[in-house]
């Protein structure tokens, strides 16, 4: 209804009939077609380099045709908003709207591609050629309709922009700053474990339009990281190629993965440390969403002061930092869950329809991330039930939260199901039998769902389904986790809790304090506020418990998405106290300076980044923790040039998979085999696989255990000089 009454408000004040303008936006979608094709038609017939890249020329023509009609629409269907814009002060390219309009025509581009799907199924029975047209039709029809009435009620609507504010620059600057130390600090890290598989996938997801492995993450953040190494001449090994000689080796499927990624990586005429930041950049841009929609979620919820505070709390978290420049889903997930619930509030507060389907959309894409943000539909409804339920108009109140709820959660799970029908475009009503991806027990328990592979349109489903079986039977057994030099075989509850007290700069950690005060006091004292403290803790509180209550130990990076919660939490006490206590800005400016220069100064291996504490307590960092917290494979490049540096001329190395991958960073490294060696007198070993094979049976590390180390290397490998060792 909000769509239709905005249609007859314009129609009837500016004196121009709606079917005027749609007529216009169709001629100017026939002109962009015109574009797009003839864009797409030269970049492979003229140019070699696309001519096997069909997937990046389409993407160059549609970005083409998007601009395209970006400026015709705004130069003639919608000139008369664009005019009162400007005279409000808005820019002809105003970012919002350039931001609103490539959203619109994202979607419309899901949505014919869909409506196609489907129409092709349900015309089948029709010659070909018909179904094909019909099928066009229909699917240009859909998408033209949508594009023409969201253009028109949302991203032309008058008075909707404003100009950047001083503000918003600082929030820029601040965010640039810290993509520019992402992105240098990205080239001194060597590729880490989970990045394997997933550069591999993301690449393979490209050229076949199938999702064949790698199936317990979802799609999109693999699939974007890819898309910079398409201008790369990358040979990548056939996937039937791998799995034949897994089978040879009589290795777990899972280990496909990363042998794939091997041979994409390194096996080719190309660095292989291009290849890896290469894909490594999409996912710092992600990162520098996240931080925007940080400061405007806390901007949005307790003004300027704070939106700035949890800006520069997040943008300059170590943790962010060392994740968010790498080809993992966590920072990805963390956009997601945000970007939710910001569109989340803004309904919350006005209840405007549009910030309702916007909540959706991105509800389906945190979960394109990570499975884990399906924990977003619990707690969408819970913030929903808390803001709308009345136990006094109890029916009534009933029927607002599911009126609410249900529109999210179905735009939600369509987004997320188009998302698949649109990245595997070839996996659509073409089921294979002899394509089985039910291959070992990587995926076991697959055959449960099956069936859907022989529905039209099922194997996307399937492929999202299997997902989620996938890393259930993946997390079900847990794993063996390290904390304060001891291994467990399931987990502790603490393991998050100290991650955060000693992973996170100690600004951060007092606000914490701090906002746990504010809350409190806040939830006692103050009514009209209590709801945006409930709101916030809702997220943070049910993520962080369900990552202590799992048996998934591995490192600080699987609560990120819970600590922007936290930190607008701090802004929001910052700034509320700001004017209250005269020496909190004093204090709030020495916490800033304290919390910036810590972290530039620990530059650039932040994943093994500590905050001094556990110095404190009397433990090295390898003491506390290894893995994703430590070392994750990314100190190979610290490591080859302290060999160089002294001019060893053999070192056995043994950080992770085994003996592989060393060698391309570092050649004078040897296979540990059995370890000790009369003719090698130096030794490089990872703290993980050192710590975790600690009191096992065959210790192939026993040798080391009363030896100490001359350096320790990144924080994460320890190197040994042993003479004489005959």
């Given at each position: ?126 010659p070909n050629l018909h179904s094909q047209l019909l099928s ?189 420049r790498l080809v993992t889903t966590d920072v990805g997930v ?393």
């Amino acid at each position: 209804m909000e769509v239709f009454n905005r249609l007859s408000r314009w129609n009837s004040s500016s004196g121009k009939s709606v079917s005027k303008k749609f007529l216009r936006f169709s001629l100017v979608g026939i002109s962009n077609t015109a574009v797009d094709w003839l864009i797409f038609f030269i970049l492979i017939n003229v140019f070699p380099f696309f001519g096997a890249r069909e997937v990046l020329a389409k993407a160059f023509s549609f970005l083409f045709a998007v601009v395209n009609s970006f400026v015709f629409n705004s130069l003639w269907t919608f000139r008369d908003e664009v005019a009162k814009g400007q005279e409000d002060g808005v820019g002809f390219f105003a970012y919002s709207r350039v931001g609103k309009f490539f959203i619109t025509a994202l979607v419309g581009l899901g949505i014919n591609s869909l409506v196609f799907s489907f129409a092709r199924v349900v015309s089948s029975p029709l010659p070909n050629l018909h179904s094909q047209l019909l099928s066009l039709a229909l699917a240009t029809g859909a998408s033209l309709i949508w594009n023409f009435v969201v253009n028109l009620a949302w991203t032309y609507q008058i008075g909707e922009s404003k100009k950047p504010d001083k503000i918003n620059k600082v929030a820029a600057g601040i965010i640039f700053l810290s993509l520019f130390i992402a992105s240098f600090s990205a080239l001194n890290d060597s590729v880490t474990s989970d990045e394997v598989p997933h550069i591999a996938a993301g690449y393979s997801y490209i050229g076949l339009g199938k999702m064949l492995f790698n199936l317990e993450h979802p799609p999109l953040g693999k699939y974007i990281s890819a898309l910079p190494l398409t201008a790369l001449s990358l040979d990548s090994p056939a996937l039937e190629d791998t799995a034949k000689v897994m089978e040879e080796e009589d290795g777990p499927f899972w280990l496909l993965q990363w042998k794939q990624g091997f041979g994409l990586i390194f096996d080719q005429g190309v660095s292989h440390e291009l290849v890896v930041f290469l894909a490594r950049l999409p996912m710092i841009l992600v990162f520098g969403l996240a931080s925007w929609f940080v400061y405007l979620l806390g901007r949005g919820m307790f003004g300027s002061r704070a939106g700035l505070a949890s800006l520069l709390l997040f943008s300059f978290s170590p943790s962010f930092l060392a994740h968010g420049r790498l080809v993992t889903t966590d920072v990805g997930v963390t956009f997601g869950f945000v970007a939710t619930l910001y569109f989340l509030y803004r309904y919350i507060k006005e209840e405007r329809k549009t910030d309702l389907l916007l909540t959706g959309i991105f509800l389906g894409l945190a979960n394109l991330f990570k499975f884990s943000a399906l924990i977003l539909y619990p707690v969408l409804g819970l913030i929903l039930f808390l803001k709308f339920f009345d136990l006094t108009r109890f029916w009534d109140s009933v029927v607002k939260v599911v009126k609410s709820c249900l529109p999210v959660f179905f735009v939600g799970l369509f987004t997320t199901l188009l998302g698949y029908y649109l990245l595997f475009p070839n996996d659509v009503c073409c089921p294979n039998p002899g394509e089985d991806i039910f291959v070992g027990d990587y995926h076991s328990g697959l055959e449960k769902i099956a069936f859907l592979d022989d529905l039209p349109g099922g194997r996307p489903i399937l492929n999202y389904f299997g997902g989620i079986n996938s890393v259930i039977n993946r997390v079900r057994p847990g794993n063996a986790p390290f904390i304060f030099g001891e291994v467990s075989e399931s987990s502790w509850w603490y393991f998050f809790p100290v991650s955060f007290a000693l992973k996170e700069p100690i600004p951060t950690v007092l606000g914490f304090f701090v906002a746990l005060w504010f809350s409190a006091w806040v939830l006692l004292r103050s009514p009209n506020s209590r709801f945006k403290i409930l709101f916030l803790a809702v997220p943070f509180v049910v993520y962080f418990l369900s990552a202590v209550s799992s048996r998934f130990n591995l490192g600080i990076r699987h609560v990120l998405p819970a600590l922007p919660f936290l930190y607008v939490l701090i802004g929001a006490s910052v700034s509320n106290l700001w004017d209250k206590v005269s020496w909190v800005p004093k204090a709030a400016g020495f916490a800033a300076v304290w919390l910036v220069l810590g972290t530039v100064l620990s530059f650039p291996n932040y994943i093994a980044y500590f905050n001094g504490v556990q110095r404190v307590l009397g433990w090295d960092k390898h003491e506390v923790f290894v893995d994703s917290n430590l070392q994750w494979g990314q100190n190979l490049m610290r490591l080859e040039r302290f060999v160089k540096e002294q001019n060893i001329e053999k070192i056995k190395v043994d950080v992770w998979f085994g003996g592989f991958i060393n060698s391309f960073y570092v050649p004078q490294a040897l296979d540990w085999d059995k370890g000790l060696d009369s003719e090698v007198e130096w030794y490089a070993v990872g703290v993980t696989p050192f710590q975790l094979a600690k009191g096992a049976k065959d210790d192939p590390y026993e040798f080391l255990r009363d030896e100490e180390p001359i350096k320790i290397v990144g924080g994460g490998i320890l190197v040994y000089h042993i003479q004489n060792n005959e």
